[in-house]
Structures are given as C-alpha cells and as structure tokens.
C-alpha cells in the first residue's frame, strides 16, 4: 500500500548550498514482507515501476547508490532527472539578475528623468521642442547602449566571478549566460524610454503596452520557444528577444502616433 501526503519539517539541514525545504509532497509506501526473499523482490518491482513512470513522462533519469540515513536499508536508490543546467543554472540566473540590474537603472534613470521635460512640452504645446528631444533623446541611447553592452561583455567574468568565482564549471556557464543577456542592453533603453515618453504625453495604454509585452507577454513566448531551439542559451537569449520585439512595437507607436505629438 501507499500514501502520497504533504510532509512539514522545521528543521535546518543545507544540501548543495539550499536550506532544506519545510513543506514537500511526499509518497510513501509498505509492503508487509514476511521474509527477506519477498522485501526483495517488492523493492525492485518498486523500482522498475518507477523507471516506467520517467520513462513515460519523457524524462532521463539515472538511479544511483543511496543513503537511507537511520531509516534505510542496504538497497536504497535515488532517481536522478538529468537536466542541462540543474542548480548551477539557477544560481546563473541569479548572478546575471543581479548584475543586469546595475546596468539597466542608467536607463531607468534617463527614462525617468527625461519623462518630466517631455511632459512640460507637450502641455505646454512646444512642439519642435519635443521633437527635438526626442531626437537627441534617440542619438543618446544609441551611444549609452552601445557603450553599456560593450562594458558588460568585458566585465562578464570579474563581475561573475565575485558571486560564484569558487565553482569553475558555474563560473564558465555564467559568464556565457551573462554575455548572451547582455545583447538586451542594446535595446532595453529604449523601450524604456518609449514607456516612459508616452506617460508623459498621458498616454497611459500605450506606455502599459509596451511595459506588458516586454515583460510578460513576450517573455513568456521567449522563454517556452527558444529553448526548444538553442536548448539552455535560449534561456539566456529569451530577454534578449523580448527587448528586440518589444522595440518593434515601441517604434510602431512613435511613428504612428508622431503626428498627435508633433
């Protein structure tokens, strides 16, 4: 027989640099053996029906050698699901996280700060003033993108290895993950720049627009195609993507609406 049940601990036991978690499904199951021959013989019709269940599921899972702890056996097995990057690609996508962010508030902040000047044209109706910032506004991004995306390239590794210079092989990914995330900087400046603009200009829809299709929409479209495509790097190209087809769409909206806001 077998129960699958939550289970509830509180206890404080780190593996491969995680805290334990305090809350877990969990399966359990007995075989009321009455000898060692028949326990035998359970465990491994145990074990092969789990293999079916990998196998359906399309997953590559490899047992290996266990440690029953004070309540194992001597045959205690554990199914290990391969995966491309496992913990070290999660601790990667941190890393990269972290630093993007350092590069992105220059952006932040030009959108930010650009936002209340346009916004003092447009209700003042000064026009050719408007445009002009948006002109110089455009020729700015392009130097700070370019400038940005170069600096982050060459500052992939000392900046990885702060966080994660202890592992060589998470160092190695990460590094290859930051420099591929960084091609977003070439164009996340100015979809920001587009959201905030057009905030300014009180149209609120269209700087929402360009804020949820960058963020969620094309992300999520991003992230369930690439790595179909390119396996883990398309993890790391799925920003990228996004910023690119957003800039698509903040481009439409600057051209189609350039004769309302002169």
Not at 1 to 22: A, C, H, N, V
Not at 66 to 89: K, Q
Not at 144 to 155: D, F, N, Q, V
Not at 190 to 217: C, D, H, Q, W, Y
Request: charged share 15%.
């Amino acid at each position: 027989i077998y129960q699958i049940q939550w289970k509830f601990r509180d206890e404080t036991r780190p593996r491969f640099g995680l805290m334990r978690s305090k809350e877990f499904l969990m399966k359990d199951a007995y075989s009321f053996d009455t000898d060692a021959e028949g326990a035998d013989k359970s465990y491994w019709n145990m074990y092969h029906a789990y293999e079916r269940i990998y196998a359906r599921c399309g997953l590559k899972a490899v047992p290996v050698q266990a440690d029953g702890g004070d309540m194992g056996d001597s045959m205690t097995h554990e199914f290990h699901a391969l995966a491309d990057a496992g913990e070290d690609g999660i601790a990667a996508y941190g890393v990269m996280m972290y630093v993007s962010f350092v590069f992105i508030a220059v952006f932040i902040g030009y959108a930010i700060g650009s936002a209340p000047i346009a916004g003092f044209h447009y209700g003042a109706r000064n026009r050719p003033e408007l445009k002009n910032l948006l002109r110089k506004s455009l020729v700015i991004l392009v130097v700070t993108s370019a400038g940005i995306t170069a600096l982050s390239l060459l500052s992939a590794v000392p900046l990885s290895r702060v966080f994660v210079g202890y592992d060589p092989d998470l160092l190695a990914l990460t590094v290859r993950a930051f420099r591929l995330y960084a091609l977003s900087f070439l164009v996340v400046g100015f979809n920001l720049f587009g959201s905030g603009f057009f905030t300014a200009l009180n149209n609120g829809p269209v700087s929402a627009a360009i804020s949820f299709l960058r963020t969620f929409v094309f992300q999520i479209a991003a992230v369930l195609a690439l790595p179909l495509l390119l396996d883990t790097d398309g993890i790391w190209l799925a920003v990228p993507l996004s910023e690119l087809l957003c800039l698509g769409v903040t481009a439409a909206f600057l051209v189609g609406l350039r004769k309302k806001y002169g």
